[in-house]
């Protein structure tokens, strides 16, 4: 038990040596009203214990003040353990770590020598709170779990999102209060308490059904181009239908040489899935996005559950999600899907910032003043070329720079949206219709393009019974500015984010390419290398 006991230490210490620039963690005070009568376990541990283990593992500053403030907390319970022995949630939390671990592909939290001593454990029917092995194992099962909620449930921390074009806070994580559910409920139902956002878990189990597909490595790929229709006959529609089946968009296998209604109804599903119009006929593009290979999808996944461990929980209020790489506005009502919108956004080189903030102002008829940029390599230049030109686009001088005036061809279009930010970004109209019925649509100057602006500000309004429809059609074509401010409930989140991969409401798993190049970043950051991640191989 000793030579165990003394590896378990070394293990941990050798785990505990990196260091991470996190906020200070407030240490609890501690709470004398609890003892042996009305604890939780009956089990105690000296608190010149925890002292000595902190001492001899070296641990960072944020991790010992969530380990002394958890214990203050508690009084010094043990929580791990009860007289007759280790308790029924600890395997729980085992298969909590490994299952991150194996679809993750990080093994960093994994230790065998802490496995060891809750094997051995397990096999007393009586724990004695002065025993070393229990005294350690309890403390390095406490000290692991805030280790892997920070990892499974904060996103790693070598990651700068700002250097990522990510300005949406990180939302904040109490692990204590997660462990004390997962103590108090036993460690049941984990699913209703654990600290993350809906989507992460969706997304995971889209990862572990990639994982079965590549069991016995990379599926065949379609070694074609051509476009394949209904009616048509081949040996390689064979292929396409065993691939589109092991992807979830065919029903069941099939090995017919016809392209039939079925095959169809499956090619349409698998272009909705990537962002394609939905022709039911492939061709190039078609096999690109069908023939990217299952890693490569999985290391996609990953990246994206890493941006969801960022996010705030979706709250159950009003709010806006407009996903760039989708090109798409979602608009919540009371936490559930109202409408989508179409959308255009920023062009890779003025590509669109990733942020949140309030929308708490509709502009009726807005001018549009010229940023200083587009002045200076639009504007100026075409004042040059033709006198003219302010008269011929509406514009006119306001002080010192250039603004156009309200009307159907004002490139903001006959209202905006503004949710006050640094970065000058907001919702508009646009004269330019056309471009919402491109696939790709990545072409502003970086703020949002709105498909049906009328329809975003009715919804905005709604709740005020003086805004008509009509009254909106009015002030919309007034050819005066006119501000209508959102007060108190009526001002809305605007989450403005980046995801190439996430699981609709339908359950179907979506890809959409990486406009700005942020995931290829990302996979620098968080593999390394170019290589997918291994499911790592631990007892599940």
């Given at each position: 038990?000793k030579k165990?006991?003394?590896f378990?230490?070394?293990?941990?210490?050798?785990?505990?040596?990196?260091?991470?620039?996190?906020?200070?963690?407030e240490?609890a005070?501690?709470?004398?009203?609890?003892?042996?009568?009305?604890?939780?376990?009956?089990?105690?541990?000296?608190?010149?214990?925890?002292?000595?283990?902190?001492?001899?593992?070296?641990?960072?500053?944020?991790?010992?003040?969530?380990?002394?403030?958890?214990?203050?907390h508690?009084?010094?319970q043990?929580?791990?353990?009860?007289?007759?022995?280790?308790?029924?949630?600890?395997?729980i939390?085992?298969?909590l770590?490994?299952?991150?671990i194996?679809?993750s592909?990080?093994?960093?939290?994994?230790n065998?020598?802490?496995?060891?001593?809750?094997?051995?454990?397990?096999?007393?029917?009586?724990?004695?709170?002065?025993?070393?092995?229990?005294i350690?194992?309890?403390?390095?099962?406490?000290?692991?779990f805030?280790r892997?909620?920070?990892?499974?449930?904060?996103?790693?921390?070598?990651?700068?999102?700002?250097e990522?074009?990510?300005?949406?806070?990180?939302?904040?994580?109490?692990?204590?209060?997660?462990?004390d559910?997962?103590?108090?409920?036993?460690?049941?139902?984990?699913?209703?308490?654990?600290?993350?956002?809906?989507?992460?878990?969706?997304?995971?189990?889209?990862?572990?059904?990639?994982?079965?597909?590549?069991?016995?490595?990379?599926?065949?790929?379609?070694?074609?181009?051509?476009?394949?229709?209904e009616?048509?006959?081949?040996?390689l529609?064979?292929?396409l239908?065993?691939?589109?089946?092991?992807l979830?968009?065919?029903?069941?296998?099939?090995?017919?040489?016809?392209f039939?209604?079925?095959?169809?109804?499956?090619?349409?599903?698998?272009?909705?899935r990537?962002?394609?119009k939905?022709?039911g006929?492939?061709?190039?593009?078609?096999?690109?996005?069908?023939?990217?290979?299952?890693g490569s999808?999985?290391?996609?996944?990953?990246i994206?559950?890493?941006?969801?461990?960022?996010?705030?929980?979706?709250?159950?209020?009003?709010?806006?999600?407009?996903?760039?790489?989708?090109f798409?506005?979602?608009a919540?009502e009371?936490?559930?899907?109202?409408?989508?919108?179409v959308?255009?956004?920023?062009?890779?080189?003025?590509?669109?910032?990733i942020?949140?903030?309030?929308?708490?102002?509709?502009?009726?008829?807005p001018?549009w003043?010229?940023?200083?940029?587009?002045l200076?390599?639009?504007?100026?230049?075409?004042?040059?070329?033709?006198?003219?030109?302010?008269?011929?686009?509406?514009?006119?001088?306001?002080g010192?720079?250039?603004?156009?005036?309200?009307?159907?061809?004002?490139?903001?279009?006959?209202?905006?949206?503004?949710?006050?930010?640094?970065?000058?970004?907001?919702?508009?109209?646009?004269?330019?219709?056309?471009?919402f019925?491109?696939?790709?649509r990545?072409?502003?100057?970086?703020?949002?393009?709105?498909?049906?602006?009328?329809k975003?500000a009715?919804?905005?309004?709604?709740?005020?019974s003086?805004?008509?429809?009509?009254?909106?059609?009015?002030?919309?074509?007034?050819?005066?500015?006119?501000?209508?401010r959102?007060?108190?409930?009526?001002?809305?989140?605007?989450?403005?984010?980046y995801?190439?991969?996430?699981?609709d409401?339908?359950?179907n798993l979506?890809?959409?390419?990486d406009v700005y190049?942020?995931?290829?970043?990302?996979?620098?950051?968080?593999?390394?290398?170019?290589?997918?991640?291994?499911a790592q191989?631990?007892?599940?």
């Amino acid at each position: 038990m000793k030579k165990i006991a003394l590896f378990l230490i070394l293990a941990v210490a050798g785990a505990a040596c990196r260091k991470t620039a996190e906020h200070k963690t407030e240490i609890a005070k501690r709470d004398t009203t609890i003892t042996v009568e009305n604890s939780f376990t009956e089990l105690f541990i000296d608190t010149a214990a925890l002292a000595s283990y902190v001492s001899a593992h070296t641990l960072d500053d944020s991790l010992t003040a969530k380990l002394r403030s958890f214990y203050n907390h508690r009084n010094y319970q043990y929580a791990w353990f009860f007289p007759d022995g280790v308790a029924e949630f600890v395997p729980i939390f085992r298969s909590l770590r490994n299952d991150f671990i194996h679809y993750s592909g990080d093994s960093s939290l994994y230790n065998a020598a802490l496995d060891k001593a809750i094997d051995s454990l397990s096999q007393l029917k009586k724990i004695s709170p002065d025993n070393q092995l229990v005294i350690d194992t309890e403390l390095a099962l406490t000290e692991q779990f805030f280790r892997y909620t920070d990892r499974a449930y904060s996103g790693d921390h070598r990651i700068n999102t700002q250097e990522l074009n990510w300005f949406i806070p990180r939302r904040k994580l109490n692990p204590e209060v997660f462990l004390d559910s997962l103590l108090k409920n036993k460690g049941q139902n984990v699913a209703a308490y654990e600290p993350v956002n809906r989507h992460y878990n969706l997304l995971k189990e889209k990862v572990l059904q990639y994982y079965s597909i590549t069991q016995n490595g990379e599926p065949a790929t379609v070694d074609t181009e051509k476009k394949f229709r209904e009616g048509d006959r081949d040996t390689l529609i064979v292929t396409l239908k065993n691939r589109l089946h092991l992807l979830g968009d065919l029903p069941g296998p099939d090995s017919t040489k016809l392209f039939d209604t079925t095959l169809t109804s499956a090619v349409k599903h698998f272009q909705q899935r990537v962002g394609q119009k939905q022709t039911g006929v492939t061709g190039p593009a078609f096999f690109k996005e069908l023939n990217v290979p299952i890693g490569s999808r999985i290391r996609q996944m990953l990246i994206n559950m890493e941006r969801i461990r960022w996010m705030p929980a979706a709250p159950p209020t009003d709010y806006i999600l407009v996903n760039i790489p989708e090109f798409t506005l979602h608009a919540y009502e009371a936490g559930k899907l109202s409408f989508d919108m179409v959308v255009v956004v920023g062009s890779e080189a003025n590509g669109t910032v990733i942020f949140s903030g309030t929308l708490n102002q509709i502009v009726f008829s807005p001018y549009w003043n010229v940023p200083a940029s587009i002045l200076k390599k639009e504007v100026l230049p075409g004042i040059k070329k033709n006198p003219n030109y302010l008269a011929r686009h509406n514009m006119e001088w306001n002080g010192g720079s250039v603004r156009q005036k309200p009307g159907k061809s004002n490139s903001l279009g006959l209202v905006k949206f503004l949710f006050p930010n640094s970065y000058s970004i907001y919702f508009h109209d646009t004269p330019s219709k056309s471009l919402f019925n491109e696939s790709q649509r990545a072409f502003s100057h970086g703020c949002i393009r709105l498909s049906e602006p009328k329809k975003m500000a009715e919804w905005l309004l709604r709740r005020d019974s003086t805004w008509t429809s009509e009254k909106i059609t009015a002030a919309m074509n007034a050819g005066k500015e006119k501000y209508v401010r959102l007060r108190g409930k009526n001002e809305i989140p605007v989450f403005i984010g980046y995801f190439t991969s996430w699981v609709d409401q339908h359950g179907n798993l979506q890809f959409r390419k990486d406009v700005y190049g942020h995931d290829h970043k990302m996979a620098e950051r968080l593999f390394g290398t170019a290589e997918m991640p291994v499911a790592q191989a631990v007892d599940r």
